[in-house]
């Protein structure tokens, strides 16, 4: 290769690089990671970018992306109708999303190791089925055991289709992948927005034809990987680098980068923590001080979309506030609507505040741990990973609180796992702030 070849391929491979890391600050649910060098992703011996997923392809990833966040909220406004139909109490209903979310960081963990030995198109089409079985399953199974065992297997389809999904755009698309991946995840928004909607519409107690509905387009996106063809590289951990690769070598950056690490996971799992906890609760705290189950239903349905607005929101902000300020400006926001949730008559409005301010800091959080130097290797996933585990643990516990104090005790336990995401959010300030006398990496 020439000399004049190589320093335009690195050209290149910087401006994608700089390219997501801008995109990266208006996506639903980045995972904050630039486009990869595409003569790496056709292999080790080839120069060539691989083929471009095929239109139906795409398509069918982000039908299932939408049935990724439509898993992920459905469960808060079901919960009457499991109690219902199975005579469960409140916690046991509330375990469902954690079940859920235990599979889904097995999800996380195992799709990349799936997707290199056997394919990534064997492995996102056992992913997408697994969605489907369970979701169909939570709607036609008889005991309780069983729609457990239904939302975990769920769960491994929604994590490993998650991490899997949004890797192949960015790496198989080319320039058009960072804005496509920004489509996906802007209608996993979108998923969240319309269960608990759907639930409201057809009412708690028929919560199954949602279930059903979320399996139909889990299969649509089965269907559509019949035009997938694999490209050497699809699942190669080493093409996932963070947007500042340089920093990555900063001896300090390297110092501090179990601190750091250890910031963002915390931050990560008490973020996630509130986003389910509140998911999960809203319907329950707000039939308890008075309104009807369509009410709580569509009122939750409104958290998610103001979450949903929350992060494209501050797209606005991005271009004029550090992505460290706009991060613990969020979380600080967001503790406020949770206090303000714990006044009776203001919790609807103090919920709704908190989905707002909650909504930038996923996408925005993974840009600032990419400029870090901290995001190259399977870090993204660890991230991801710890966002599933906060969203198993918070409903279990929030349910617990509720059957042994009563629904109203749901802000406070929310809101103290706010202060943990501020005082996270505040400790990488202080990490990763450059000292004097270095540049920022």
């Known amino acids: 290769m020439t000399p004049s070849l190589t320093a335009a391929l690195s050209a290149a491979g910087l401006f994608k690089r700089e390219l997501w890391a801008d995109m990266s600050r208006f996506t639903q649910r980045s995972d904050g990671r630039p486009t990869s060098q595409q003569a790496a992703a056709a292999g080790p011996n080839s120069t060539e970018a691989p083929e471009p997923l095929k239109p139906a392809v795409v398509t069918g990833l982000i039908v299932t992306m939408a049935a990724l966040g439509a898993m992920t909220a459905i469960y808060g406004p079901s919960i009457l109708g499991f109690k219902a139909v199975f005579g469960v109490t409140s916690a046991a209903a509330g375990a469902t999303l954690a079940i859920q979310s235990v599979g889904a960081v097995m999800g996380v963990l195992i799709a990349p190791s799936l997707a290199r030995r056997k394919g990534a198109r064997t492995a996102l089409s056992a992913l997408s089925m697994l969605i489907v079985a369970g979701a169909v399953a939570i709607a036609v199974v008889p005991f309780w055991s069983l729609t457990l065992f239904a939302a975990f297997i769920a769960g491994v389809g929604v994590g490993g289709c998650d991490i899997l999904a949004t890797q192949l755009l960015i790496r198989r698309m080319g320039a058009r992948g960072p804005a496509l991946v920004n ?6 928004g979108v998923g969240t927005v319309a269960a608990p909607a759907a639930v409201a519409l057809v009412g708690p107690e028929h919560y199954q034809l949602v279930f059903v509905a979320i399996g139909v387009l889990g299969l649509y996106g089965w269907l559509s990987l019949r035009w997938f063809v694999d490209a050497p590289g699809d699942a190669t951990a080493d093409q996932v680098v963070g947007v500042v690769e340089v920093g990555a070598r900063s001896r ?4 501090l980068g179990v601190w750091v690490m250890a910031g963002f996971l915390v931050l990560y799992i008490s973020h996630f923590a509130v986003q389910t906890g509140i998911g999960t ?8 001080l008075g309104h009807d189950a369509r009410t709580a239903a569509l009122l939750t349905s409104l958290y998610w979309l103001a979450l949903v607005v929350g992060r494209f929101g501050a797209a606005a902000l991005a271009r004029y506030v550090s992505t460290p300020l706009l991060v613990c400006g969020s979380c600080l926001g967001m503790l406020a609507g949770t206090l303000l949730a714990t006044q009776p008559e203001m919790a609807a409005l103090g919920l709704l505040i908190a989905g707002f301010f909650m909504g930038p800091i996923f996408p925005n959080g993974l840009t600032w741990l ?20 906060g969203m198993a643990f918070s409903p279990w516990l929030v349910g617990v609180a509720i059957q042994n104090w009563g629904a109203e005790v749901m802000p406070l336990i929310v809101s103290a796992l706010g202060a943990v995401s501020v005082a996270s959010s505040l400790l990488l300030v202080a990490l990763t702030r450059p000292r004097r006398g270095t540049s920022s990496p």
């Open 252 to 255: 300090r950056v390297r110092s």
């Open 370 to 389: 990419a400029t870090t130097g901290h995001a190259h290797g399977n870090r993204f996933a660890y991230v991801v990973a710890a966002a599933f585990s």
């Open 183 to 188: 489509v996906a995840h802007g209608f996993f």
């Open 281 to 288: 609760w809203e319907p329950t705290l707000l039939r308890s």
